[in-house]
């Protein structure tokens, strides 16, 4: 069964249309890459998944039930395009706070940390980390109690290349016991690391395929100029 | 409504207000410095003083908490850290309950300071009970940092936050009885005396100091109570789980 199933969906923004009627699946237990450009739509659609975003039409099911809906609020983590972290509270008690609002134990602090690769930070202070410190303490909040699906909004961003290597890997493992991750990036060169591959451009699915599938369908090697194919065929 | 998370909630604002020692100062030490004002303006008329500085220990609170309240509310909200706790299990109640146990704290604190001042070195003479006073301010803390919640939600930045003071808490200090008795003002401004909530908070406390009418003292409390379950009730409609 499909992790995340949209019918239809349609986001209005600002009064203008951002997703217009999309239709898509998401596979469980692999890690699934949501590309496109900046502006193209994919920070609107995860807000559509976690359910925070007003939606003018279609369906979002995600994990069997409606988005948004309360028993999701423990089954799903979302990290938010910019870090969603108290500056003026340290690491270990943002994590702590998380933590207890989320009612995973106190453990989970250091296995959360660990993973981000945040270790021996827990007691500085969030305003005093850098850019990427930052995204990697929001990333670790939503790591909290298990969840079953991650959405992440641009996660690796910011980050250098031995960090990002990493942090892909730890989505790999997390995948391996059966997560299922939405990651999202308008960067082409992540895409390897993904199991499936989305494409949006101007809020439309121009492609929905393995990183594989779409090296063939383009009849490039380089993923960067896949999508740039894709984009131009589809304008 | 979940207990833990909103005990969880009061301790993270009381850590994050601890982290900011000069907020904290201000908060504790600007109402005594400003009754150590008022007891020297009004230096030749000890009863003058007595009337306003009685009630002031238990209005600052009000006003104190109505601006660190929407200060810290509107940093929630553009922070991005409500867009994501509204997606735990959170529930709005718990916010805000921990946002008013928290303030709660601060402004007994802030009240106990405010009176031993006042009453030990000032020599602010009130023949009421001193304790009741402290109550009252307490009361009125919380009803300060329930509107303070409220009118958050209509501020898009902190300059904007900031001018709800003067919009918000300034007509009901001239209005409320303490500047000049509400009998004596225009008819219009008399009976809009009545709708607003620093009104019974002044009535509460004159009594309070004076010394006379418990009944009316209860009487206000149960309506600041009233005023700070309904505006609790509004702040929660502004926390909204789905946005544009
Ligand atoms: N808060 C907002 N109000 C109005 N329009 C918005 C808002 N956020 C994003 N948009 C618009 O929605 C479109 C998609 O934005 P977004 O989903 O953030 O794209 P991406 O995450 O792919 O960069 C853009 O045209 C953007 O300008
Ligand atoms: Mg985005």
Known sequence: MAAIAIEELTVNRGGAPVLKGLSLSVEAGAVTGLLGPSGSGKSTLMRAIVGVQIVAGGTVTVLGVPAGAPELRKRVGYVTQAPAVYLDLTVAENLRYFARVLGAPRSSVAEALAMVDLGGFENRLAGSLSGGQLSRVSLATALLGSPELLVLDEPTVGLDPVLRRDLWAAFAALAERGVTLLVSSHVMDEADHCDRLLLLRDGELVADDTPAGLRERTGQTDLDDAFLALVEVSA | ?244
């Open chain 2, 1 to 244: 409504m979940n207990a833990s998370v909103a005990l969880a909630t009061a301790e993270r604002v009381l850590r994050q207000l601890r982290r900011d020692p000069r907020t904290l100062a201000l908060v504790l030490l600007v109402p005594p410095l400003l009754l150590t004002l008022f007891r020297y303006v009004f230096d030749g008329s000890q009863l003058t003083f007595n009337r306003v500085g009685g009630p002031l220990v238990g209005i600052f609170p009000f006003t104190m908490m109505f601006v660190v309240t929407s200060i810290a509310m509107l940093r929630e909200r553009t922070s991005g850290t409500l867009e994501r706790l509204m997606t735990t299990p959170l529930g709005k109640l718990d916010l805000l309950l921990g946002y008013a146990l928290a303030f709660a704290v601060v402004a007994v604190a802030q009240a106990c300071i405010a009176c031993g001042v006042a009453f030990s070195l000032l020599g602010l003479n009130v023949n009421g009970s001193i304790a009741v006073v402290i109550g009252l301010a307490v009361i009125n803390a919380v009803l300060g940092m329930a509107t303070g919640l409220f009118t958050s939600a209509f501020a898009r930045s902190e300059f904007q936050a900031v001018q709800f003071l003067p919009a918000v808490v300034f007509p009901q200090i001239l209005l409320c009885g303490l500047i000049a008795p509400r009998a004596h003002m225009t008819h219009v401004l008399y009976v809009a005396s009545f709708v607003l909530p620093l009104t019974w908070a002044y009535d509460a406390l004159a009594h309070a100091v004076a010394g006379t009418g418990d009944a009316k003292i209860v009487r206000d409390a149960l309506i600041l109570l009233g005023v700070i379950v309904a505006a609790l009730s509004l702040g929660a409609t502004t926390l909204r789980r789905r946005t544009g």
